[in-house]
């Protein structure tokens, strides 16, 4: 197994939505490697959050990777605005439409990167045809939908996932999203994740403490 380096992509699900621009530019300072944005639907997820225009208007507040989880269907008609507000990446749910390699194909002809998520039921096997072109792979541990849920162990999920990453030429981002805190963390790493991402045990208790708790997380 190769031993990447451990990513942290702070969620701003669990930021303070009034002072969105402010929590991104502390996350990034704290040491965030990418900036994780949850885009829900109320339709996909039984959630709403928001939409490419203010992932536009916190552009400004960060240099990091903005990295777009999208739980939305249909995703193609929206990947332009996305791309236009300024993601670098953009993850699509392999449950969101009847043909995920379109819009995975969609969102590279973009120019950004493709991510893939899959929900905790649905089997690691459904990507198969689809990893020569993606650039990530998002492991859903939680429902989406909701931030500080508990952690679902799909550990055997992620092992075979790094099993098949490993047999690609390309790199592929190993992540994990949803309920992870300091022992959820070494566990997924452990089990060959690279990326973790993390709302609730990032933006707990205060501004002050977002780098420690990041470095934390890092292991
Ligand atoms: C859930 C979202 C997650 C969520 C993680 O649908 O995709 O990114 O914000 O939150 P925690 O870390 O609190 O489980
Ligand atoms: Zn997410």
Do not use: W
Not at 78 to 85: G, K, N, R, S
Not at 134 to 149: A, E, R, S
Not at 175 to 180: L, V
């Amino acid at each position: 197994m190769s031993q990447n380096k451990i990513l942290i992509a702070p969620s701003i699900l669990s930021a303070d939505f009034s002072r969105l621009g402010e929590e991104v530019c502390d996350i990034d300072k704290a040491g965030a490697d990418y900036i994780h944005i949850d885009v829900m639907d109320g339709h996909f997820v039984p959630n709403l959050t928001f939409g490419a225009p203010v992932i536009k208007a916190i552009r400004p507040s960060s240099n990091k990777i903005f990295d777009v989880h999208l739980m939305i269907s249909p995703v193609d008609p929206l990947i332009e605005d996305f791309v236009d507000a300024g993601a670098d990446i953009i993850t699509a749910h392999v449950e969101a439409g009847a043909h995920l390699h379109r819009t995975l194909q969609n969102i590279k002809a973009q120019g950004v990167k493709a991510g893939v998520s899959l929900n905790p039921a649905t089997p690691i096997e459904t990507i198969k045809h689809v990893m020569n072109i993606v650039d990530l792979i998002l492991i859903m541990t939680v429902n989406p939908g909701f931030g500080g849920q508990n952690f679902i162990p799909l550990f055997d999920k992620i092992k075979t996932a790094r099993a098949m990453i490993e047999k690609q030429e390309h790199h592929i981002d190993l992540q994990i999203d949803g309920g992870i805190n300091l022992k959820t963390a070494k566990q997924c790493i452990a089990a060959g994740a690279n990326v973790l991402v993390a709302g609730t045990a990032v933006f707990k208790d205060g501004k002050d403490k977002y780098a420690q708790n990041i470095r934390a997380i890092r292991g």
